[in-house]
C-alpha cells in the first residue's frame, strides 16, 4: 500500500476551483514583487510619498492597500527560509502574509530589529506551513498570529528576572474610555483594559448574554445598571508536560506573563485535563471535565475555516447517541449553524482522537484534514 504524501488542500491538482487560485495567488505574489523598489523604505516620507502616487496612478489602488501589502512583502524579504518555499510553489495569498507583517510588527522596537527574532521567526513559520497530513487545510490568520505571539513572548521574557534586586510593579496598561456620539443620536462606547481585565469582563458579559439569551451589548448594559448578574466560571489552560508552556484564555488566546499570574492567581482548583482524554459517561451531555478537554484540544469549530469559540460550541457525536459513546473519542466541537449542516449530512468527518485530527469528507469525493490547534493538541505541543 503507497502512501500518501502530506500535502496542502490548496495544492491538489485534481481540484479545478484550488488550481485557478494557486494560479492567481501567484500571478498576485510576482504583481506586488514587481511594485516593490529595491530602495523601498515607507518610512523615507519623501520617497514613498513619490512611490506611492506613481503606483496609485498605475493601479487605481489607495496609498493605504499600497502600504499594507508592499509592508507585506518587505517583510517576507526578511523570512528568507519562508520565502524560497513560497517562490518554489505558491502558497500564501497576500492577505495571510499581511496578517504576517502586522503580526511581527507587534515585537517592541528592540527585539524587531533583533537578527534572532526574524530567523526563530522564520523557523517557525516554516514549520507552521510545512503539511504533515494530506488534503490538510492551511493554517487561518488566528493560527498565524498565534505562532508569531508565541515567538515574541518567549523573546521578550526576561532571560533572568533576578537580576533587579528591586523590581518594579508589572505596567498595568493602558485603561481608556472613549464615547462617540453617531449621526443618529446613539452612542458608541470604546474601552481599553488590560488583558486580565480584559478577559474577565469578557467572560461575564459574555455569560450573561447567553444566561438571557441577549446580545453582549444589551448584556453589559444590564450589568453596569444592575439589571443583571453573572457568575463566571473562569477555565485556564497550560500544557502540563511541556516546560515554560503559556498559559491560554479561551478568548483571549495565549496570556502575557503578567495576565497569567493574576487570573491563576484566581484559580481555586487546578486539574489535569489530559486523562479526560479516555474517558466516557453514559448519558448523552458530557461532562464539564469533558467539556473542559474538548474546549482545550479544539479551540475553535473543527469546521473547515470556522473560527467560533469551542467554547460556546456544541459537542457533536461523531457516531450519533446511543451507537456511538459520550466520550472525548467520539466528539468534536462544532458551533450551531455546523452542527446543523453535519447533522443535515452536508458533510461527514472521522476523528483521529489521539492526535484530534478532523478528516472531513464532502459529497463530491474530496476531503480535507482540519489539524486541531488548542493549547492540548498534540501538534501544539512543542
Same mark, same amino acid.
Given at each position: 500500500?503507497?502512501?500518501?504524501?502530506?500535502?496542502?488542500?490548496?495544492?491538489?491538482?485534481?481540484?479545478?476551483?484550488?488550481?485557478?487560485? $494557486?494560479?492567481?495567488?501567484?500571478?498576485?505574489?510576482? !504583481?506586488?514583487?514587481?511594485?516593490? #523598489?529595491?530602495?523601498?523604505?515607507?518610512?523615507?516620507?519623501? /520617497?514613498?510619498?513619490?512611490?506611492?502616487?506613481?503606483?496609485?496612478?498605475?493601479?487605481?489602488?489607495?496609498?493605504?492597500?499600497?502600504? =499594507?501589502?508592499?509592508?507585506?512583502?518587505?517583510? $517576507? *524579504?526578511?523570512?528568507?527560509?519562508?520565502?524560497?518555499?513560497?517562490?518554489?510553489?505558491?502558497?500564501?495569498?497576500?492577505?495571510?502574509?499581511?496578517?504576517?507583517?502586522?503580526?511581527?510588527?507587534?515585537?517592541?522596537? &528592540?527585539?524587531?530589529?533583533?537578527?534572532?527574532?526574524?530567523?526563530?521567526?522564520?523557523?517557525?513559520?516554516?514549520?507552521?506551513?510545512?503539511? %504533515?497530513?494530506?488534503?490538510?487545510?492551511?493554517? %487561518?490568520?488566528?493560527?498565524?498570529?498565534?505562532?508569531?505571539?508565541?515567538?515574541?513572548?518567549?523573546?521578550?521574557?526576561?532571560? &533572568?528576572?533576578? +537580576?533587579?534586586?528591586?523590581?518594579?510593579? #508589572? /505596567?498595568?496598561?493602558? +485603561? +481608556?474610555?472613549?464615547? *462617540?456620539?453617531?449621526?443618529?443620536?446613539?452612542?458608541? !462606547?470604546? $474601552?481599553?483594559?488590560?488583558?486580565?481585565?480584559?478577559?474577565?469582563?469578557?467572560?461575564?458579559?459574555?455569560?450573561?448574554?447567553?444566561?438571557?439569551?441577549?446580545?453582549?451589548?444589551?448584556?453589559?448594559?444590564?450589568?453596569?445598571?444592575?439589571?443583571?448578574?453573572?457568575?463566571?466560571?473562569?477555565?485556564?489552560?497550560?500544557?502540563? &508536560?511541556?516546560?515554560?508552556?503559556?498559559?491560554?484564555? #479561551?478568548?483571549?488566546?495565549?496570556?502575557?506573563?503578567?495576565?497569567?499570574?493574576?487570573?491563576?492567581?484566581?484559580?481555586?482548583?487546578?486539574?489535569?485535563?489530559?486523562?479526560?482524554? &479516555?474517558?466516557?459517561?453514559?448519558?448523552?451531555?458530557?461532562?464539564?471535565?469533558?467539556? =473542559?478537554?474538548?474546549?482545550?484540544? *479544539?479551540?475553535?469549530?473543527?469546521?473547515?475555516?470556522?473560527?467560533?469559540?469551542?467554547?460556546?460550541?456544541? #459537542?457533536?457525536?461523531?457516531?450519533?447517541?446511543?451507537?456511538?459513546?459520550?466520550?472525548?473519542?467520539?466528539?468534536?466541537?462544532?458551533?450551531?449553524?455546523?452542527?446543523?449542516?453535519?447533522?443535515?449530512?452536508?458533510?461527514?468527518?472521522?476523528? *483521529?482522537?489521539?492526535?484530534?485530527?478532523?478528516?472531513?469528507?464532502?459529497?463530491?469525493?474530496?476531503?480535507?484534514?482540519?489539524?486541531?490547534?488548542?493549547?492540548?493538541?498534540?501538534? +501544539?505541543?512543542?
Amino acid at each position: 500500500m503507497t502512501a500518501v504524501p502530506a500535502s496542502w488542500a490548496i495544492h491538489n491538482p485534481a481540484d479545478p476551483v484550488a488550481a485557478a487560485r $494557486l494560479r492567481a495567488v501567484a500571478a498576485d505574489l510576482d !504583481f506586488w514583487r514587481s511594485c516593490l #523598489p529595491v530602495t523601498y523604505d515607507r518610512d523615507t516620507p519623501q /520617497d514613498w510619498t513619490s512611490l506611492a502616487a506613481r503606483l496609485s496612478r498605475s493601479t487605481g489602488m489607495s496609498k493605504r492597500h499600497l502600504t =499594507a501589502n508592499l509592508d507585506a512583502m518587505q517583510t $517576507l *524579504d526578511r523570512l528568507p527560509s519562508l520565502k524560497a518555499m513560497l517562490e518554489a510553489r505558491p502558497l500564501l495569498d497576500m492577505y495571510r502574509l499581511a496578517v504576517i507583517d502586522k503580526a511581527a510588527a507587534g515585537a517592541n522596537s &528592540d527585539l524587531y530589529h533583533d537578527p534572532r527574532y526574524w530567523r526563530l521567526l522564520d523557523e517557525e513559520l516554516v514549520c507552521r506551513f510545512t503539511p %504533515s497530513r494530506p488534503q490538510q487545510l492551511l493554517p %487561518s490568520a488566528a493560527d498565524i498570529r498565534r505562532v508569531i505571539l508565541g515567538v515574541i513572548r518567549m523573546l521578550q521574557i526576561p532571560e &533572568d528576572p533576578e +537580576e533587579s534586586s528591586d523590581p518594579a510593579d #508589572p /505596567d498595568p496598561g493602558p +485603561e +481608556e474610555y472613549f464615547l *462617540d456620539t453617531l449621526a443618529n443620536g446613539d452612542l458608541r !462606547f470604546e $474601552l481599553t483594559f488590560d488583558q486580565a481585565t480584559g478577559s474577565l469582563i469578557h467572560d461575564a458579559v459574555t455569560q450573561a448574554a447567553r444566561s438571557n439569551d441577549t446580545s453582549r451589548a444589551r448584556a453589559m448594559a444590564d450589568l453596569l445598571l444592575g439589571n443583571t448578574s453573572t457568575t463566571v466560571t473562569l477555565n485556564l489552560y497550560r500544557a502540563r &508536560d511541556v516546560d515554560g508552556a503559556p498559559v491560554y484564555h #479561551p478568548a483571549a488566546g495565549m496570556l502575557t506573563p503578567e495576565a497569567a499570574g493574576v487570573l491563576s492567581g484566581l484559580a481555586t482548583t487546578t486539574q489535569d485535563i489530559d486523562p479526560a482524554r &479516555d474517558t466516557e459517561v453514559a448519558g448523552y451531555r458530557p461532562t464539564t471535565y469533558m467539556r =473542559a478537554y474538548l474546549i482545550g484540544r *479544539d479551540w475553535i469549530c473543527r469546521w473547515p475555516d470556522c473560527n467560533n469559540s469551542a467554547r460556546w460550541s456544541q #459537542p457533536d457525536h461523531r457516531v450519533n447517541w446511543p451507537e456511538g459513546p459520550t466520550s472525548p473519542c467520539n466528539l468534536v466541537s462544532l458551533c450551531p449553524h455546523h452542527h446543523n449542516r453535519k447533522t443535515d449530512v452536508q458533510a461527514v468527518y472521522l476523528l *483521529d482522537h489521539i492526535t484530534g485530527d478532523v478528516y472531513w469528507h464532502f459529497s463530491d469525493g474530496t476531503y480535507a484534514v482540519d489539524r486541531a490547534t488548542g493549547p492540548l493538541a498534540p501538534a +501544539e505541543k512543542h
